[in-house]
């Protein structure tokens, strides 16, 4: 695998004003993503995990650049996107594409499978005598029968329709795609078939992927690095085998602690994550998760712990390894 760096974030923020009709300013701020950085290689999968609320989908727009960032930068195989306007951004979208959790939301339900697939070649200046050839080599790719071009999307089921969405996805080959809980809108057994398609996707057409989901079975599966986010930061960044084996973060720890296990194979049970997350437009002082954790000391509830690699580029915000 090249260890270019096809995506690169620093100190990415977004805050978002909440405002009330009876103040004609924000009457507070929402930190829905504060100061992440990380980078994607070239051919990897980088999952991004967390509860609902924590950002990622937020952080997943910033990059697409859907949503403006509030501070920090974006580049993209070297390209400062971060501030990226009109032409020059249209430009540069086929070079980053997004999957979303409910395709049929992002389609046009009056088009035809054909002219859903024609649109991205057709905004991207893709001459029209090479359409039909490319649009039928995606569709052998993801499985999908040629005659669904003359048909629409209510007449296919959910993983047909999110096949369509990842055919549509790699249409311009991608160097980047961000893949918004691609699966966690289907049905179990159909998962695990989209997933290995991305899984298998990725590996022939060699893109960098953005795999975002709050649900760290899938996000193990698919990714070789694992960034677990919790209140609009990334608390801890490793190999997905090391994270899943060798979690340091408490937060980390408490969210494989979640997912459900055969209980005669393991005798464990499915634990909780207890206490209540805190209001992201009232911060807690020091570590975000420090009303949380069994370990908060004093020094948590008044500094905030930095993102460190703690050896083999396994990141890690957390005070109890500060000596590392
Ligand atoms: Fe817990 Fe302190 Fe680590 Fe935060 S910094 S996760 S409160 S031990």
Known sequence: MSENKILVCRNLCKEFDIRDKKFPYPIHKLKAVSDVSFDIAGGETLGIVGESGCGKSTLGRLIMRITEPTSGTILLNGEDITAMKGEPLRRMRSRFQIIFQDP?????????IGSILEEPLSAAGVPKA??????DRILDLTGIPKDAKARYPHEFSGGQRQRVSIARAILLNPELIVADEPVSALDVS???????LMKDLQEELGMSMMFISHNLASVQYISRR?????LGRIVEIAESDILYTNALHPYTK???????VPVPA???RRRRLE????????????CVFCKRCPHATDKCRTVSPV???RGAGHHVACHLYDSL
């Open 275 to 286: 206490g209540e997350v805190p209001s992201p437009i009232d911060l807690p002082e020091g």
């Open 254 to 260: 408490a969210l494989i602690g979640t997912i459900p």
């Open 266 to 268: 393991h005798g464990k």
């Open 130 to 135: 090479e359409w039909t050839e490319r649009i």
């Open 307 to 309: 993102l460190k690699d």
């Open 104 to 112: 049929y939301a992002a389609f046009n339900p009056r088009m035809t």
């Open 190 to 196: 159909i998962q695990a078939q989209i997933l290995n």
């Open 226 to 230: 694992i960034a677990v986010m919790y």
